[in-house]
Antibody
């Protein structure tokens, strides 16, 4: 199992960023893809999930209206798009695989994508 | 302010044991949702260490164990090694927030 994310991004305040997460080694539609971010020196923050099988999504309340999670099952890739970026969005963004059951944790993580927001 | 509360740091000498606590509430751990633990080595992505309160994924040494009781959980590491120096995060599900929640993380220093 591997989750390979796109490379680092440098964005200006107010811009948008789109991060990709390409899955391999498992049935992509059999697991949810979650997105978790980590600001510099800070802890982990859950952003939301997408079910690639149905395209259903759920977003953390603080990102509602500003985040879009999508997936392309033909290329086994999930995407995170975040709009209206501010300096507070500077963070490493991780995708992680998780089954629908809450009895299982995030068993595989991407390597992370650093998004820097700076003028 | 994280929904799950962990001590910011713990430390121990090589060979000793340490315990990291994770305190939640009636809408997460106390509601019966499972607790998972992740280890994050410096500069790397988190790695699943414990899932389903007490289970170790394949490859995780049995020096790592965990438990859950009431609204709290704990991670125990015995026979500390230098390679255990990392940040440790607990994670559960919160019914009020309708989503996963993390602890603030605990930095383990091996003296």
């Amino acid at each position: 199992v591997q989750l390979v994310q796109s490379g680092a991004e440098l964005k200006k305040p107010g811009a948008s960023v789109k991060v990709s997460c390409k899955a391999s080694g498992y049935t992509f539609t059999g697991y949810y893809t979650h997105w978790v971010r980590q600001a510099p020196g800070q802890g982990l923050e859950w952003m939301g999930w997408i079910n690639p099988n149905t395209a259903d999504t759920r977003y953390a309340q603080e990102f509602q209206g500003r985040v879009t999670m999508t997936s392309d099952t033909s290329i086994r890739t999930a995407y995170l798009e975040l709009n209206s970026l501010t300096s507070y969005d500077t963070a490493v963004y991780y995708c992680a695989r998780k089954s629908v059951s809450e009895s299982n944790g995030y068993d595989f993580w991407g390597q992370g994508t650093l998004v820097t927001v700076s003028s | 302010q994280s929904v799950l509360t962990q001590p910011p740091s713990v430390s121990g000498a090589p060979g000793q044991s340490v315990t990291i606590s994770c305190t939640g509430s009636s809408s997460n751990i106390g509601a019966g949702y499972d607790v998972h633990w992740h280890q994050q080595l410096p500069g790397t992505a988190p790695k699943l260490l414990i899932f389903g309160n007490t289970k170790r994924p394949s490859g995780v040494p049995d020096r790592f164990s965990a438990s859950k009781s009431g609204t709290s959980a704990s991670l125990a590491i015995t026979g500390l090694q230098a390679e255990d120096e990392a940040d440790y995060y607990c994670q559960s599900y919160d019914s009020s927030l309708s989503g996963p929640v993390f602890g603030g993380g605990t930095q383990l220093t091996v003296l």
